[in-house]
Nanobody, 117 residues
Framework: QVRVVDSGGDLVQAGGSLRLSCAASGSIFSINVMGWYRQAPGKQRELVAHITSGGTTNYADSVKGRFAISRGNAKNTVYLQMNSLKPEDTAVYYC???????????WGQGTQVTVSS
């Protein structure tokens, strides 16, 4: 059974930093893409960043230059380093994973990031 576990959310002041972690397990296939979406109250879920198996990254314009996604040394792990946080970054952040040979996205339970002004 595939499982995606995300963590690292917290309450932080504007200008601060956080690092989110995500680990996917339970599939015999390798990861194709892993990434993060976020959803703020009353807003649609939006893509924050993703990284492919080849290392290609993609970021939302709103986080470019402030956030960095990277793969961990452990298999099927990714991190989201978030710097210069702003109150508008406040949201629940969801990690997702797509395995090779599948179009199904598996989701973490979400981790709350709150940035105070």
């Amino acid at each position: 059974q595939v499982r995606v576990v995300d963590s690292g959310g917290d309450l932080v002041q504007a200008g601060g930093s956080l690092r989110l972690s995500c680990a996917a397990s339970g599939s015999i296939f390798s990861i194709n893409v892993m990434g993060w979406y976020r959803q703020a109250p009353g807003k649609q879920r939006e893509l924050v960043a993703h990284i492919t198996s080849g290392g290609t990254t993609n970021y939302a314009d709103s986080v470019k230059g402030r956030f960095a996604i990277s793969r961990g040394n452990a298999k099927n792990t990714v991190y989201l380093q978030m710097n210069s946080l702003k109150p508008e970054d406040t949201a629940v952040y969801y990690c997702y994973a797509v395995f090779m040979g599948s179009l199904t996205a598996y989701w973490g339970q979400g981790t709350q990031v709150t940035v105070s002004s």
